[in-house]
């Protein structure tokens, strides 16, 4: 076992680590790794496969686990991995106690994995695949948006230019009626002061 003050690469033959995986926290990543690195680092990696509902291990079990992994001499040291519960082998008396290790997500990236594995399953392609499509449709989103922004601008800005051009006209067209009128009462009023003199 690990003991405190050990450097770093100095586990013990008898080590026997339990990898108790967590779900879509990069497990099957991990896992893989440890298989890569069995060989050249001189450890097991065993998988441990648990089929009872919700993965509960009965206490018979535990014990019949404790002892397996505890005797098991040859295939020590070893990484056991599966989706197993924690199991205390202290309760049990195991003079042996693993050491745990696991990893955690930030919860709302494990729920979007979670979904894509149940979309797709393990097939990371088809996953690639649709981040690249979601990507890619994100990027056509934001250029029709900008376009049909850019657009409405220069609609806008075109219809303001043209109100403020008809009203420049009609206020031209009235001062020039009213200058017409004001031209046509100057008229007739100096005509009536004409007729009125004479």
């Known amino acids: 076992m690990i003991k405190q003050g050990m450097r770093q690469g100095d586990l013990e033959d008898d080590a026997i680590v339990f990898y108790n995986r967590v779900p879509k926290t990069g497990s099957t990543t991990l896992a893989g790794l440890t298989y890569d690195l069995e060989s050249i680092n001189k450890f097991n990696v065993i998988y441990l496969n648990v089929s009872a509902p919700a993965r509960i291990i009965g206490l018979n079990e535990q014990m019949h ?98 109100v403020v051009v008809v009203v420049v006209v009609v206020v031209v067209v009235v001062v020039e009626i009213v200058v017409v009128i004001d031209v046509i009462v100057e008229a007739v009023v100096i005509a009536v002061v004409v007729a009125a003199v004479k």
């Open 65 to 162: 686990l404790i002892k397996n992994v505890t005797n098991w001499g040859e295939r020590q040291p070893a990484i056991y991995h599966g989706h197993i519960p924690f199991i205390d082998f202290r309760k049990f008396g195991a003079k042996q106690r693993p050491i745990y290790i696991n990893l955690v997500r930030e919860p709302l990236a494990r729920l979007i994995s979670h979904y894509y594995f149940l979309r797709y399953g393990d097939n990371l392609k088809a996953v690639a695949l649709v981040v690249v499509a979601s990507a890619s449709a994100a990027v056509v989103i934001v250029v029709v948006v900008t376009v049909v922004v850019a657009v409405v601008i220069v609609v806008v800005v075109v219809v303001v230019v043209v």
